[in-house]
C-alpha cells in the first residue's frame, strides 16, 4: 500500500503533465484561431478587390477605356484591407490563372472575369515551439463583369413576332412571295403553332438563316433550312433595356416635330402629277399624336425617326414612301432612336399596315413589340434594309417584297452589364 506522502506526489506530476497538455491545446487554439481570422480577413480583401477591380472594367477604368487600370485598382483596394502584409503577396488577374493549388479552373483565360489570389503569413506564438514558426494561408476571390454592349434587336432576325404566346404570331400564308437576304425569322410565342407558312414560295430565306421559334412551326414538307423549334423565349414583357433610353433611362427620344396630322401638319413640298410630295426634314424627330394614314401621297425622308405616340398607321395601295433612320454604326448608342425609322413606344399597341406600291422603301427598323403589324402590299421594287418587329407579323396575301437587312443601319439595344462575384 503507497503512503499518503507517495500517493500525493504521483498526483502533482500527473496535474502538472496535464497543465502542461492544456497549455499546449490552448496555444495550439490560438495559433489556429489566428490562422482562421486571417484567412477571413484575406478571403473578405480578396473579395472587395475582385468585385472593385471588375467595377473598373464594366465602367471603364478611370479614364473611360478597358482594361488599363484593373491591375492596379484591384491592388489598391486589397492594400486599403490590409494585405499584402508579413511578407504576403496579392495577384490580379485578368483573365484569370491558376488557383491557389495551381489547377487551371473553370475561368482560366476567359476575360469577362477578374481574378484575386491574397498569399498571406501569419506568425505563430506557440507554434515555434515545436518547429512551426509561420502559417500560410491562400485564398480567392473570382468576379464577373461584362460591360452592356449594342446588340440587334432579336438576334439580327429580319422578322420578329414578340407575343410571348399564341398561335400565328408570323403568319405567311396566301399568294404572299417574301424573300429574306442577311437575316431570319423569328417567333417568341410559345405556341405549337407560333409560326405559319403555307407554302414554300411564301417565305424564302437567304442561306445562313433560317425560321426559328421558341414554340412549333407548321411548315409543307420540303421546306428548306428546316426550322428551328424550342429556342429560349425572351422575357416576356420585354425587358425594360429593349426600349429606347436616354442616360436618365427613360424613354430617350426627343420631339423635334409634333403634330396630329401626318403627313399634313409637316407640310407640303411639291405636288408631281397632282400627288402631293411630302418631305421630312433630315435628323429630325417626328412625333405623332393621331393616325399616320397616307392615301395617294409621297413621303419622303432621310435620316429620321417617326414615333407614333398613341395610334398606328395606315398606308393604302396607292402610297409612296421612302424613308431611312438616322443611324451611326460607330457610336450606335448615343441616339436612343438609332436605326429606328418608327417606333412604338409603350403602352401604344395600335396596329401597323402597311400596303404601299414598288416604289415604296425603307431603311431601319420598325419597332412596335406590342402592335400587330401587317405587310401586303406590292413592294417588288428594291429590297427593303429593313427589320420588322411587332407582336404579330402578317406576310399573308398578295404581299410581293424583300428585305435585305443590314445591321448597321438598323436598331438595338444596349445589354445591362453584369457584376458578380462568382467565386
Known amino acids: ?221 420540303g421546306y428548306s433550312p428546316t426550322p428551328i423549334t424550342g429556342a429560349t423565349q425572351i422575357p416576356c414583357p420585354l425587358p425594360d433595356y429593349w426600349y429606347p433610353k436616354d442616360a436618365g433611362q427613360t424613354d430617350g427620344y426627343v420631339c423635334n416635330e409634333t403634330g396630329n396630322n401626318f403627313p399634313d401638319d409637316f407640310g407640303l413640298d411639291a405636288v408631281e402629277g397632282g400627288v402631293p410630295v411630302y418631305r421630312m426634314v433630315e435628323g429630325k424627330t417626328y412625333c405623332v399624336t393621331g393616325a399616320f394614314k397616307q392615301p395617294n401621297k409621297v413621303l419622303n425622308g432621310q435620316n429620321v425617326h417617326i414615333v407614333m405616340i398613341n395610334n398606328g398607321i395606315h398606308w393604302n395601295g396607292n402610297a409612296e414612301f421612302n424613308l431611312s433612320a438616322a443611324a451611326d454604326a460607330n457610336n450606335p448608342g448615343a441616339d436612343p432612336l438609332n436605326g429606328i425609322i418608327i417606333y412604338l413606344p409603350r403602352p401604344n399597341s395600335s396596329p401597323i399596315i402597311l400596303n404601299g406600291s414598288a416604289n415604296s422603301t425603307i431603311s431601319g427598323t420598325i419597332f412596335a413589340p406590342n402592335s400587330d403589324v401587317s405587310l401586303n402590299g406590292d413592294f417588288n421594287g428594291t429590297a427593303w434594309q429593313s427589320q420588322v418587329i411587332g407582336a404579330t407579323v402578317d406576310l399573308s396575301g398578295a404581299i410581293d417584297f424583300s428585305v435585305n437587312y443590314l445591321g448597321a443601319l438598323n436598331g438595338g439595344y444596349i445589354t445591362p452589364p453584369v457584376l458578380e462575384l462568382t467565386k
Open 1 to 221: 500500500m503507497l503512503s499518503k506522502q507517495k500517493s500525493s506526489g504521483q498526483a502533482i506530476v500527473l496535474i502538472v503533465f496535464a497543465i502542461i497538455g492544456l497549455i499546449g491545446i490552448t496555444a495550439l487554439a490560438i495559433d489556429a484561431g489566428n490562422a482562421f481570422g486571417d484567412r477571413r480577413a484575406a478571403q473578405s480583401a480578396a473579395d472587395n478587390s475582385a468585385l472593385a477591380a471588375a467595377l473598373s472594367i464594366v465602367k471603364g477604368d478611370d479614364n473611360g477605356t478597358c482594361c488599363t487600370n484593373v491591375d492596379s485598382i484591384g491592388m489598391v483596394r486589397a492594400s486599403s484591407n490590409g494585405f499584402p502584409s508579413n511578407g504576403g503577396s496579392v495577384a490580379v488577374n485578368h483573365p484569370p490563372a491558376a488557383s491557389c493549388n495551381g489547377s487551371n479552373g473553370t475561368y482560366v483565360g476567359n476575360n469577362d472575369y477578374v481574378q484575386v489570389i491574397i498569399h498571406s503569413n501569419v506568425n505563430t506564438f506557440f507554434g515555434s515551439i515545436i518547429g512551426i514558426s509561420q502559417v500560410h494561408n491562400c485564398v480567392e476571390a473570382i468576379a464577373k463583369a461584362k460591360k452592356g454592349s449594342y446588340t440587334q434587336f432579336a438576334s439580327g432576325n429580319a422578322i420578329a413576332a414578340m407575343a410571348c404566346h399564341g398561335k400565328k404570331t408570323i403568319n405567311s400564308t396566301g399568294n404572299s412571295n417574301s424573300v429574306l437576304i442577311n437575316g431570319g425569322v423569328f417567333s417568341n410565342s410559345d405556341d405549337a403553332e407560333a409560326i405559319l407558312i403555307n407554302k414554300i414560295s411564301n417565305l424564302v430565306i437567304s442561306h445562313g438563316f433560317g425560321v426559328t421559334a421558341v414554340g412549333g412551326v407548321n411548315y409543307p414538307n
